[in-house]
């Protein structure tokens, strides 16, 4: 038969365990400040993906460690106020609680285009020179 995913299984985040039901309420509960992070960074930079590379991903791994996204936040000037508050959002981010964020997890979209992009590159380029160069 088919395994159902319980509501109940514990995932580790950091120092945090948190388990399904309660990442689905907390969720529910940051639907909005994750609305607004995704409209802060694309009023900043323009697209999510853009600010992604700059502000999270600056060592361009393709993932966020908890440290990343606490710089990234800071730099933004996103809640400045409760650094707490901007952990518990990572944790809800984290869908498959590996502890780091992946741009699939906050942006599906940006992150399709990205590796549309990068695969282009690498269909059409020998390496970056020859990128540059033509």
């Known amino acids: 038969g088919r395994s159902r995913r319980s509501t109940n299984r514990k995932t580790l985040t950091g120092s945090v365990v948190v388990t399904d039901s309660t990442r689905n309420r907390q969720l529910g509960v940051f639907q909005l400040e994750i609305a607004k992070l995704k409209e802060l960074l694309e009023s900043q930079e323009g697209a999510c993906l853009t600010a992604w590379l700059k502000y999270f991903d600056t060592n361009g791994d393709d993932h966020i460690s908890r440290e990343e996204f606490m ?23 984290d869908v498959d609680g590996d502890g780091e964020l992946a741009l699939a997890e906050i942006d599906s979209s940006q992150a399709r285009l990205w590796s549309e992009f990068r695969h282009w590159c690498v269909a059409n380029y020998t390496d970056t020179g020859d990128l540059v160069q033509r």
Do not use: C, K, T
């Open 71 to 93: 710089d990234g936040i800071s730099n933004l000037g996103f809640y400045q106020d409760s650094p707490e508050r901007a952990m518990v959002l990572f944790d809800v981010l």
